[in-house]
T-cell receptor, first 113, second 115 residues
C-alpha cells in the first residue's frame, strides 16, 4: 500500500519567515495530494491540494509543489503569522473509485511573534 | 452551521464498557469515514461508507462496529473498551466524483479516554 513520509516533525520559525514542509510517497499511481491544517481541539481542514497533472499551485501565502518523478511534494508558507501555528498533514491517494487518503505523520509548526 | 458534527466531544469510560459516537453531516455528501488519531497525531482510516454501504474496513478489531442509518449519518459503536482504544476519533465526509480525489471534511473529533 501507499506510504507517506513527512518531514520535519516539528518546525519553529519567526513571524514573517517562510516555512517548508516536505513529503514523499511510495505509490507511483497516486495522483492527488492534499494538505490539511489541524488546530488544537479541532479536526483537520483542507488548505490546499494538487493533482498530478499540475506541478505547482498557489493560494495567497500558501503554495504546493509536486515532483512526480521523484515522488515528493512540498508545502510552502510565506510571511508566516502566529495564527499559522498548527499541525500540518500531507496526504496522498490514487483518486479512483473509493481510494482513501494515506496521511503523513504531521508537522507541528510554531510561529513565534 | 457545523458541516460535520460528532457527539460527544469528550468521552471518559472504564475498561469493558460499551460506548457509541454519533456523526452527522449536512453537506449532502455520499461517503462518510471514521479515522483514529493516536497520541502521536497519526491519522489512520478505520471505515468508509458510501450511500450506507460499507466500502472500506481496515484491520480494526471486531469490537468496533460502524452503522449508517442513512447517508447523512455514520455512528461508531465500540464494545468491551480497552485502554488502547484511547484516542481521538474523527468522522469525515466527502462527495465521490468520476475522478475521485474529493476533499475530506472532518468533524472536530471525539476524545475517548478509557481508564
Amino acid at each position: 500500500g501507499e506510504n507517506v513520509e513527512q518531514h520535519p516533525s516539528t518546525l519553529s520559525v519567526q513571524e514573517g519567515d517562510s516555512a517548508v514542509i516536505k513529503c514523499t510517497y511510495s505509490d507511483s499511481a497516486s495522483n492527488y495530494f492534499p494538505w490539511y491544517k489541524q488546530e488544537l481541539g479541532k479536526g483537520p481542514q483542507l488548505i490546499i491540494d494538487i493533482r498530478s497533472n499540475v506541478g505547482e499551485k498557489k493560494d495567497q501565502r500558501i503554495a504546493v509543489t509536486l515532483n512526480k518523478t521523484a515522488k515528493h511534494f512540498s508545502l510552502h508558507i510565506t510571511e508566516t503569522q502566529p495564527e499559522d501555528s498548527a499541525v500540518y498533514f500531507c496526504a496522498a491517494s490514487k483518486g479512483s473509485g473509493y481510494s482513501t487518503l494515506t496521511f503523513g505523520k504531521g508537522t507541528m509548526l510554531l510561529v513565534s511573534p | 452551521d457545523t458541516a460535520v458534527s460528532q457527539t460527544p466531544k469528550y468521552l471518559v469510560t472504564q475498561m469493558g464498557n460499551d460506548k457509541s459516537i454519533k456523526c452527522e453531516q449536512n453537506l449532502g455528501h455520499d461517503t462518510m469515514y471514521w479515522y483514529k488519531q493516536d497520541s502521536k497525531k497519526f491519522l489512520k482510516i478505520m471505515f468508509s461508507y458510501n450511500n450506507k454501504e460499507l466500502i472500506i474496513n481496515e484491520t480494526v478489531p471486531n469490537r468496533f462496529s460502524p452503522k449508517s442509518p442513512d447517508k447523512a449519518h455514520l455512528n461508531l459503536h465500540i464494545n468491551s473498551l480497552e485502554l488502547g482504544d484511547s484516542a481521538v476519533y474523527f468522522c469525515a465526509s466527502s462527495q465521490t466524483n468520476p475522478l475521485g480525489n474529493s476533499p475530506l471534511h472532518f468533524g472536530n473529533g471525539t476524545r475517548l479516554t478509557v481508564t
